[in-house]
């Protein structure tokens, strides 16, 4: 079901392709504006992509999603026709609906299919638009909610999570997806979660989020590459504060990173992003270097135990770090003589 809701505007454009071939369609007079003939109507004849569209027209899931591609780039024409925009602005609702419905009875393999379908899918949708971002929040949302379902995600699909995150399309839709899923590495990649979390897990996590940040932010702008967005920026350093904290020989290197980010968030070759966005990178940074300095209390505002899970007063509503974060790097300019801020 959620790989036909996924499909559903590629299909209907499928079909609409179909019925300007019917035979009915010379009946109609010259004028009729559907009798325009898309570029892809020819290529559409073509005996090799009628197990394309068989394949779009799958009872159960099967293949892989590289299979679409091709019927995407051959249905591109068709992304503009009224019924395929009316059917892409339907998709967002059906799927909320749709997750609703699965999460009151999902266990943990069902949580598992629908997380990789989630990560599966989120780069391989048909391009109509603003289509593929109003898709990635609600999937984004979604993953998050059967993570916090279902913890054990986290290391169990570790070496999916791994390859999204280090995918240059990960990037795509202001980084939503990306975003969504770094957070939840930083929230359940602990053994307070799972028991099978390892420390060799960890270590390998966060070699691949570094090296993630670093491309997004210090390497060369590539064409391939999108923009970053802050968020994803500070998603990142977080997650990596996380991952240190509960693998503390890693502090002294997550603390020279971030130490480099504050200086390059101040350089200007960074001054081609709004001030307000390096704004905040800059304070995440210095607020993240502020807690480091005390590693117990790192890990005890970032990875707090299940006693003191609830009320959830770790928790900042407003910028989704620990609200103690902003206590604690309080305390540590106040001692140090610093301004704060």
């Not at 109609?28 to 992509?49: G, M, V």
């Not at 069902?110 to 391989?124: E, F, G, V, W, Y």
Request: charged share 20%.
């Amino acid at each position: 079901m959620l790989h036909a809701l996924l499909d559903l505007p590629c299909l209907t454009a499928a079909l609409d392709l179909q019925l300007r071939l019917s035979p009915a369609a010379s009946e109609r007079p010259l004028w009729d504006a559907s009798l325009r003939t898309p570029s892809c109507l020819e290529a559409f004849r073509d005996p090799q992509f009628q197990g394309l569209l068989q394949h779009l027209l799958r009872t159960k899931a099967s293949g892989t999603a590289e299979r679409l591609a091709p019927l995407h780039q051959l249905l591109q024409p068709m992304a503009g026709c009224a019924r395929v925009v009316q059917c892409a602005e339907a998709v967002p609702t059906l799927l909320q609906v749709l997750f609703s419905s699965v999460a009151q009875f999902a266990d943990g393999a069902l949580a598992n299919q629908l997380a990789l379908a989630i990560l599966d899918r989120s780069d391989s949708l048909y391009q109509v638009p603003g289509y593929e971002a109003r898709v990635h929040s609600v999937l984004s949302s979604q993953f998050l909610a059967l993570c916090e379902q279902h913890p054990a995600l986290v290391v169990e699909l570790a070496r999916e999570l791994l390859e999204f995150a280090g995918s240059a399309s990960s990037t795509r839709s202001g980084g939503v997806m990306l975003t969504s899923v770094v957070w939840a590495i930083g929230e359940y990649l602990s053994v307070s979660w799972d028991r099978r979390c390892t420390v060799e897990q960890i270590n390998k996590f966060f070699e691949a989020l570094e090296a993630l940040l670093f491309e997004v932010t210090q390497s060369r702008p590539s064409t391939a590459l999108p923009k970053c967005p802050p968020q994803v920026i500070t998603a990142l350093m977080t997650t990596l504060t996380k991952l240190a904290s509960r693998s503390q020989d890693l502090i002294p290197r997550v603390s020279l990173f971030l130490s480099k980010m504050r200086t390059l968030a101040q350089s200007p070759a960074m001054s081609s992003v709004p001030c307000e966005d390096m704004g905040a990178v800059r304070v995440r940074t210095t607020e993240l270097l502020n807690l480091l300095k005390m590693p117990s209390v790192a890990q005890f505002v970032l990875t707090p135990s299940t006693e003191v899970s609830e009320p959830r007063y770790h928790r900042d509503t407003n910028t989704a770090l620990p609200l103690a974060l902003r206590t604690v790097s309080r305390l540590v300019e106040k001692e140090a003589g610093l301004p704060p801020g």
